[in-house]
């Protein structure tokens, strides 16, 4: 989708606050050049020396017209405001719906945080969306209608305005297309520029280093050149069009004062008509100006919708089909049948060939060396990732068949990328979870060695945690996941590694616990722990990508 594209549907979604947008623009541009033709007046009445009640008459309906004008903004900015408002709630809902929802591998070689900085770029398109409808609709407005009322006073005019009109269009067009071009690279550096900065911030204490300091530095050199150099090339199409502004309004000054004074010298026109074409047409020119200021602000607006494009571009999974099945109560069955798998780009299968059946209540272990693709078939099984080929069967039925939203409101999944989020640990432990009770979360917190911590805040469960958790140790930050994972109540419980920072005594505990055949859940755990298949009802051995 091309960046105008973008900025047409933004127009299609609110096209009824932005009807109305124009419509009182076209009041007050009506109303703001028939003010001309009331100060024509008035002028003939002070020419002709007579003061009488039709110019006190005059001077009320223009002070009224002011006003109006005046009234006709206000609806504009309310309006304007309710669209800026709704683009931020439809964009925040839009990133928060699609991130959980956008397909694996469209994220492969991509980092989510980053893409989300893209939605800074709403704020961008809050105002200057909002700035093109009140400016550069009033502006192209009056150019028009002062064109309309100049040729009232002699034909001429009508031939200048198509001039002038053609003159605007081939400035326009021999601007745009590098102009949006420059602007979209500079764009991209930005970003760049302050990814490397989160970096820094992400990695501060490395970076305390006095090579690590040096090297950061540096590399923000490099990107900044690279950034002022694509700015500085989208400066000069714009100082172009700044040069062409001012020869544009030099023509339409001098052109028209030309024209104004001939018609005037040969008796065409009276003075109280050329005073007031002298006020059409200064408002023509400040029309004019708005409308090249808003030709900077019109490419930032693209450019901005094109790296919301970034994400609103990315292909999520599937809505739910309302013929897919939903599971009952009763257990659940996997089966993969001759399930492969290849990352994108990859050059050889990461898994190949997997048949496999879990059974409920199921205590199965998947070992093997680090790249033998453990992770690649535990998310397999949590339909994270889809198999390049073969099927995986839930309960005798194609996996594809299934509702997935039901599918994974019955599966636990703990990935080595999970951690906490920023909020109270009751926030990250139940998700607000208005069902659980407080006996059930302090059950949980017992059995996954929790509580003794939990007992040593002096918030307790109120204590807020920063993003992953950074001012607790590894080890609090998985036992909480672990917490988070067993309150959802789920069937079937798929881990990667859960426990890897917990110490040996404690892991242990919380080993015998999570494969305890007294829980109603089945376990499918990746990890290189024994502790784990002692207690397994079924080994699962992968050596390059194939089960042994």
Known sequence: MTPLERFKNLILIDKQDIYQIFLYSIFGGL????????????????????????????????????????VFKIMQYRITENLQQKIFVRSSFDFAYRFPKIKFNQLYNQYPPELANRFFDTLSV???????????????????????LLSLYHPFFIIFGILLLGLLYIIFKANFNVGLETSLKESKFKYKVAHWIQEIARNHLSFKNENLFEFSL??????????????????????????????????????????????????????????????????IITAVEKLFGGLELFYDVLTSLEKLGAVADLEIEKEHNPQNFSLDNEGITLEAKNICYKYPESETPTLTNINLTIRPKERVVIKGENGSGKSTLIRLLA????????????????????????????????????????????DNITCQNENLKM?????????????????????????PLFPEGKQINASVVQKIILARCILSK?????????????????????????????????????????????????????ENGKIV
């Not at 007046?41 to 002070?63: C, D, E, P, R, Y």
């Not at 003794?452 to 109120?462: A, Q, T, V, Y």
């Open 31 to 70: 109303i703001s050049l028939t003010l001309p033709l009331g100060i024509q007046s008035i002028v003939n009445f002070l020419q002709a020396g007579k003061v009488s009640t039709s110019w006190g008459i005059l001077v009320i309906v223009v002070v009224i017209g002011v006003i109006l004008v005046g």
């Open 218 to 283: 540096n590399k923000n050199d490099v990107l900044v050149n690279d950034y002022l150099n694509y700015r500085e090339k989208h400066f000069k199409v714009l100082k172009k069009q700044f040069v062409q502004l001012v020869g544009f309004k030099t023509i339409i000054t001098a052109g028209l004062l030309i024209i104004g004074g001939i018609l005037v010298l040969s008796e065409q026109m009276n003075i109280g008509q050329f005073v007031a074409a002298e006020i059409i047409i200064l408002t």
């Open 383 to 426: 339909k994270i990732v889809e198999p390049s080929t073969g099927t995986l069967f839930v309960n005798n039925i194609n996996i594809d068949k299934i509702n997935i939203g039901n599918y994974r409101a019955k599966v636990g999944l703990i990935t080595r990328d999970d951690s906490t989020f920023e909020g109270t640990i009751l």
């Open 126 to 148: 809050q105002k200057g969306f909002s700035k093109l409808l009140l400016d550069i609709s009033t502006a192209m407005l009056q150019i028009f209608f002062g064109m309309i």
């Open 490 to 542: 789920p069937e079937i419980l798929l881990l990667e590694d859960p426990i890897t920072k917990i110490d040996t005594k404690q892991s242990e505990k919380i080993i015998a616990f999570l494969m305890d055949k007294k829980n109603p859940w089945t376990v499918v755990v990746s990890s290189t722990s024994n502790d784990w298949e002692k207690l397994a009802t079924q080994t699962v051995v992968l």
């Open 439 to 463: 006996n059930e979360i302090n059950y949980v917190l017992e059995k996954v060695e929790l509580i003794d911590f939990i007992k040593s805040l002096p918030l307790g469960l109120d204590t």
